[in-house]
């Protein structure tokens, strides 16, 4: 995998937009096979994550496009509803599938996402849902063997407001006959920005965005098309290198309302922080304070996906702050990187203590998608030259990561590994999708 070299200590000045979210868009991808057609997706990231969906697509016998930012996917042609163990380790969100192959062609075959760098990853919550509804479910040696003569509306009570749950119970309920409420839903900006989508389907569903989603199901769909609302990880984790970094940084397109938590706490830390409609302005030119504990919770709460690049821009700055991790079992694979570049860690359970101070660059290696962007952060405000390996994790999540910083005037440097994996073939605008041989994905 290739690797970043940074030179730490350079102000982050000028201004950013903030790509499409990896996290709308994904669900959304799934959608498309729910009817017949050509959706067309805007605001699409090129992300490894987006290719490897539309791969998936692919291999089911849809035709798919990437052409200037948007993903056009012509679903008409479907003629599969299994995938290989191969794509289906690629990342966690091949899962999403499960609930729209069950509505489109009553059956779905697929192995169980693999447990990976953030715990164990279970799917219990999507299974049970699927099953409310009427689907059939056989765990055959980790393959998934799924069935589903007819679905029909139910009451679904999840147990926690997961957010794949809700996603797969939603792309489900939309074939099924009769109302669905999805009780207990995720509350996440991206399962409204899934929720209309299916409306530029023809779908009726309301609610998301709320703990209660409805489906009104039994409606012929018809391809949609929309734009995918802006990356609030991306958005948190500009912020929290420009905390780190120093400088003063205007992003573009970025919702201040998904990321509030997030301004929060970097302000509580010292940094000039406004927003005006989608723009969001960060000034940062005093070494960062101590904070109030950061709880990780489903939103509106801390996201856990912010929780590592927080980490690390406070890691660099002065006092103890306290995050309790309450999301993933696993979710601190970035505190030996920023240890080993001298941060003050201590790690009990899910609770981690920071202790800030000056940190100077290392050898540090990624080790999942958002600890990957971690070790970024704090290279860029750490004295002196870091290397870090494992780009594959963030290219995962976030597309151009070195050019954006370079156009901020940070000094950050992408060393090519030669291409022993068909990388250039993921470049965007290609209609082929290599697949991609990386350890199991996170996200
Ligand atoms: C989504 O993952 C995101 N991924 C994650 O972002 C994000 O961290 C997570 O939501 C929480 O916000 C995508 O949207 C593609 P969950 P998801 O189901 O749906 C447990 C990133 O970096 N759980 O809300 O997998 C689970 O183990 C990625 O962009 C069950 O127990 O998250 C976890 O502890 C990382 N059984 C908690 O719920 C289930 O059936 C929340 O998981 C499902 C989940």
Redesign the pocket.
């Known amino acids: 995998m290739d690797t970043y070299v940074v030179t730490g200590k350079k102000p982050l000045m000028g201004s950013v937009s903030v790509h499409g979210s ?2 709308s868009v ?2 959304i991808l799934a959608a498309t096979i729910l009817a017949r057609g050509e959706s067309v997706i805007h605001n699409c990231p090129a992300l490894r ?1 987006v290719f490897a969906m539309a791969e998936i697509l692919e291999c089911l016998g849809c035709r798919v496009k990437y052409q200037e930012g948007s993903m056009i996917v012509d679903a008409t042609d479907l003629s599969r509803s299994d995938i290989s163990d191969c794509l289906m380790q690629e ?3 091949s899962v ?1 599938f499960l609930g729209p192959l069950l509505a489109r062609t009553g059956e779905a075959e697929m192995s169980c996402p693999g447990g990976c760098a ?11 849902a699927l099953e409310e509804l009427g689907a059939d479910i056989a765990d055959r040696d980790g393959r998934l063997i799924c069935r589903a003569a007819r679905l029909s509306g139910r009451k679904i009570v999840l147990e ?6 809700t ?1 797969n119970a939603m792309l489900a309920a939309v074939g099924a006959q009769g109302t669905t409420v999805i009780c207990n839903a ?1 509350r ?1 900006p ?1 399962i409204v920005d899934l929720q209309e989508f299916l409306k530029s389907m023809g779908a009726k569903v309301w609610g998301a965005g709320g703990a209660t989603v409805v489906v009104e199901g039994g409606v012929q769909l018809h391809p949609g098309e929309y734009t995918v609302m802006s990356d609030r ?1 991306v958005t948190a984790t500009y912020l929290s290198a420009v905390a780190s970094a120093g400088g003063e940084v205007e992003l573009l397109g970025a919702d201040y309302r998904t990321v509030a938590p997030v301004i929060a706490a970097l302000t509580e830390a010292g940094c000039a922080i406004q927003s005006l409609g989608n723009r969001i302005w960060i000034q940062s030119h005093t070494p960062l304070r101590n904070i109030r504990s950061i709880y990780t919770a ?2 509106p709460g801390f ?3 912010a929780q590592p690049v927080l980490m690390a821009a406070l890691a660099g700055g002065t006092g103890k702050t306290e995050f309790i991790e309450t ?3 696993n979710r601190f694979s970035h505190v030996e990187g920023l240890c080993r570049m001298g941060a003050d860690i201590q790690v009990d359970g899910i609770r981690a203590i920071v202790r800030g101070c000056a940190l100077r660059g290392a050898e540090l290696e990624a080790y ?3 600890g990957g962007a971690a070790l970024v952060v704090a290279a860029l405000g750490a004295e002196g030259e870091s290397r870090i390996g494992g780009l594959g994790y963030i290219d995962r ?1 976030y597309a151009a990561l070195e050019d954006t910083l370079c156009s901020l005037g940070a000094d950050i440097f992408r060393f090519r590994e030669p291409d022993t994996y068909g990388l250039e073939a993921l470049e965007p605008g290609l209609s082929t999708f290599e697949p991609l041989k990386v350890a199991g994905g ?2």
């Open positions: 990896k996290n994904l669900p994550d990342m966690r969100a999403l953030l715990g164990p990853r279970p799917i219990d919550l999507h299974i049970k926690l407001p997961s957010v794949g749950a996603e995720a996440e991206e990880i489903p939103y996201p856990t996906d999301i993933f079992e999942d998608l958002r999540g996170e996200g």
